[in-house]
């Protein structure tokens, strides 16, 4: 169906000068202004031609970002579908999760087409993060529902794994090279992983029946890096021993770890909204220690999730407070 398009142009917020306690180690984040106000911009992505994409959570759009000029383009969504992800494949589609109608959504930003995949069980209504695997099919994760779902791109056809245990909220997912899906259970203290040839699907429990993981990282050693949002930890789960390993951020057990992302140098690096303003922080597993400490310039409010751009070493967000960030990570 026809879309309505804006152009507008970006406030920029001056980078942060801020660091950690000592001053030192500190990190560049410039933040753009989003010219909708109260949308909730989060999730961003970079498309192949360098172009940032987003979703407008609470006001119903995709949009994108030139981080050269500044300039925002905006699609309309249909009222109520509550996007909460997106991710761009390599010809250039937009596909978000339509978290409050059920379904998948791919945008041509060419034509402003858009067209649907719906959820095959009501019981699925909340698609919630979407990631692609090696052959581009995407994983997703659906929380309310309860389910781990594969869409098949060529054929449109939605396969969904329910999760045996109950009201576990599976949240964020990430796929190994093998195109195996992992995922974090934030009702409970577990993450899970589906065979992608025979989609069965197996259960770790973390040791610390509080913990509450929220996002994860893959590492090029095959271990899970998890972020206990309940309790403040930084976590690194062996997935053939069944190990792990904690260690306890550095804003304590209230700094709320959210959004995630994972460098070209395999460094953990990941935001605690429980602070104000929001911290971003970086962790090195080669030296155990963490680095990088520094404020987000805008507040944050809160900081959902991450990507890493790999052609430009940047991390994008998006922020509560209607910014959309980029950090230069070194």
Do not use: C
Not at 198 to 216: G, Q
């Amino acid at each position: 169906m026809p879309v309505m398009v804006a152009l507008l142009v970006a406030s920029l917020l001056p980078i942060s000068t801020l660091g950690d306690a000592s001053g030192q180690n500190s990190v560049d984040i410039r933040e753009w202004l989003v010219p909708w106000e109260a949308s909730r911009p989060r999730d961003p992505y970079v498309g192949p031609n360098g172009t940032v994409w987003f979703v407008g959570q609470r006001t119903d759009y995709v949009a994108s970002l030139d981080p050269k000029t500044g300039e925002f383009k905006r699609f309309e969504l249909e009222p109520g579908t509550g996007p909460h992800n997106l991710i761009v494949d390599n010809r250039g589609s937009v596909w978000y999760a339509g978290n409050r109608n059920a379904h998948i959504g791919r945008l041509d930003p060419a034509t402003g087409t858009i067209s649907k995949f719906p959820m095959p069980d009501p019981a699925a209504g909340d698609p919630h993060t979407l990631v692609f695997d090696p052959t581009g099919d995407i994983w997703f994760t659906v929380q309310g529902g309860n389910f781990v779902g594969k869409l098949e791109v060529t054929s449109g056809t939605v396969h969904l794994v329910a999760v045996p245990t109950p009201q576990s909220r599976p949240y964020g997912i990430k796929v190994d090279p093998s195109g195996r899906p992992w995922i974090v259970l934030f009702g409970t203290n577990k993450v899970t992983t589906v065979d992608p040839n025979t989609m069965a699907l197996r259960e770790y429990v973390l040791p610390r029946a509080e913990a509450r993981p929220r996002r994860l990282e893959l590492t090029a050693d095959g271990a899970v890096w998890y972020v206990d949002y309940a309790a403040g930890f930084l976590g690194r789960m062996d997935p053939t021993t069944g190990d792990v390993r904690e260690w306890p951020t550095p804003g304590g057990r209230a700094s709320r770890p959210y959004g995630t992302a994972l460098d070209h140098r395999g460094r953990i690096w990941f935001v605690e909204s429980g602070q104000n303003p929001n911290q971003f922080v970086g962790f090195d597993p080669a030296s155990e220690a963490f680095f990088g400490i520094t404020a987000i310039p805008s507040g944050g409010g809160t900081i959902r999730h991450m990507y890493f751009d790999p052609a430009t070493r940047a991390i994008w967000f998006g922020t509560d407070t209607n910014y959309i960030g980029r950090v230069i990570v070194p």
